[in-house]
């Protein structure tokens, strides 16, 4: 998969030091051909799904299906949006935040993403 883990976001440079690759490296840094169009509808459709299996509140299967749509269309910002969302829903706000930027780096005019991000950072700076 072109996707790293997002469990293990930390990667070590040629010096040894860690670094985390923000999406905008990601977004310039990895290819991303075009994807041919039966695998732009096979991401269209398990992003429908998953957001189906979301609103039945079941997050981890949701989760797999966006994932699944982006290793089929890397650039599918729906996917990497709502990918952002099961995760806030999941209480994983630190990977919510990576995918709402990964997402507006590739679709700057999504809104909704700006928003999402927004309230993640009222509500964390709270807690500082």
């Not at 051909?33 to 189906?52: C, M, Y």
């Not at 949006?81 to 507006?104: I, P, R, T």
């Amino acid at each position: 998969s072109a996707w790293p883990s997002l469990d293990s976001p930390r990667h070590q440079g040629r010096g040894g030091e860690t670094f985390t690759p923000s999406p905008v490296f990601l977004c310039r840094a990895l290819p991303f051909p075009s994807p041919p169009p039966w695998q732009v509808n096979l991401a269209i459709a398990l992003t429908d799904l998953g957001t189906k299996v979301k609103v039945e509140g079941r997050l981890d299967t949701a989760i797999e299906l966006y994932e699944r749509a982006l290793s089929y269309h890397p650039k599918y910002t729906d996917a990497m949006y709502n990918l952002g969302v099961a995760f806030c829903e999941a209480g994983k706000a630190d990977k919510a935040v990576f995918m709402y930027q990964l997402a507006l780096n590739f679709n700057p005019m999504c809104a909704e993403a700006y928003n999402n991000l927004g309230v993640i950072y009222k509500v964390t700076a709270a807690w500082w």
